[in-house]
């Protein structure tokens, strides 16, 4: 004699048993929880928690079978680690155009989060300027102005020189590093560069390369000439592992 699954009422089953149909119901008939809820006489609610709880005890497994899945580990984790909204981990490939890309999934991620006429600030280096020219089309479709997060016009241009003429630019005009922090500090309070920083902290939307001391000669900072080797063998030692806008942190902040 066999037992009608939807005559069976949730006394009849233990919790774990539950789990179980309920994932087999799910996952490899591809039942919907609403049907799941019928046939074993459970709320769309209990369905759902036991779900839940199967993933949580480890009684439901799910494997992904795709060269994505451990970028999809590495989103989670630094999405908790950072408190992060949005992450994107993009696959390695041997011998592939690093900088290239990542610019193409950084464009695909903006074009998601950026609204008609918004404002987009942005910081120089490689995988930046690669993101600005996947972005071409869409910056000057929707409006979007574009504010730079730090001196030094020249790093910009790579990425600025693809855009329409008509789209919107705010340059600091001040190099990315002053020769001692008088001139650092005098420059900063110069209008034409004190108006184009009150822009970019009131930016939308900001993107910023990271830098590595490991890359070494390969490093944006180095290849720019705003650093010498010396230098950066200099800040390595004392602990830097990396730079944002030419801003230098350790492993710790």
């Known amino acids: 004699m066999t037992i009608n699954d939807s005559a069976i009422s949730e006394q009849g089953m233990c919790e774990e048993e539950q789990v179980a149909r309920i994932a ?4 490899h008939d591809g039942l919907t929880q609403s049907e799941i809820s019928d046939r074993l006489g459970l709320t769309r609610l209990k369905v759902s928690r036991l779900l839940e709880k199967g993933h949580q005890s480890g009684i439901i497994r799910v494997q992904i079978n795709s060269r994505f899945e451990g970028c999809l580990e590495y989103e989670t984790q630094l999405r908790r680690q950072f408190s992060l909204q949005h992450v994107r981990v993009i696959p390695g490939l041997a011998d ?3 900088g290239g890309r990542l610019g193409i999934g950084a464009a695909h991620m903006l074009m998601s989060l950026l609204q008609p006429q918004q404002m987009l600030a942005i910081g120089f280096g490689e995988a930046t300027m690669n993101t600005l ?7 000057s479709s929707q409006q ?14 790579t990425g600025i020189g693809q855009l329409n003429a008509a789209c919107s630019v705010n340059i600091i005009p001040a190099p990315l590093r002053a020769s001692s922090a008088d001139i ?3 420059l900063k309070n110069e209008n034409c560069v004190k108006d184009v920083l ?13 830098g590595a001391v490991s890359q070494q000669d390969d490093a944006t900072i180095i290849r720019s000439g705003y650093i010498s080797q010396g230098e950066q063998l200099m800040i390595g030692r004392k602990g830097a592992v990396g730079d944002i806008l030419g801003y230098f942190f350790d492993a710790k902040r």
């Open 198 to 210: 009150l822009a970019a902290q009131a930016a939308d939307v900001a993107i910023v390369g990271i």
């Open 144 to 157: 979007i102005r574009l504010v730079t997060l730090s001196g030094g016009v020249g790093s910009y241009m």
């Open 133 to 139: 020219q996947r972005l071409s089309g869409f910056i």
């Open 184 to 186: 650092a500090r005098t």
């Open 24 to 27: 087999w119901f799910y996952y």
């Open 96 to 98: 592939a155009d690093v």
